[in-house]
């Protein structure tokens, strides 16, 4: 079965950077938003299509003054 991350991948018409990233993975936020706009809280989607976008939610472990380096996992990756 096809991961989620490769279809959005395959799908993508924007030429966007989408992180590998596994569900339960313990990650920066960096890897998987950019830093612009309000600082995400619980999930991040990213446009793929005109109608299509990848959302990653997930979970704070360890906040960090720089929310980049604010440390979460991933507990599911969905296509909108």
Request: one cysteine or more; proline letters at 4%.
């Amino acid at each position: 079965m096809i991961n989620i991350v490769e279809k959005a991948k395959a799908m993508d018409q924007f030429n966007n950077n989408l992180p590998d990233v596994k569900i339960g993975g313990a990650i920066t936020l960096a890897e998987i938003w950019d830093g612009t706009g309000e600082v995400p809280e619980d999930s991040w989607s990213i446009q793929l299509t005109d109608s299509n976008w990848i959302n990653y939610c997930f979970d704070v472990i360890e906040k960090n003054s720089d929310p980049l380096n604010t440390v979460v996992r991933i507990s599911d990756i969905e296509l909108l």
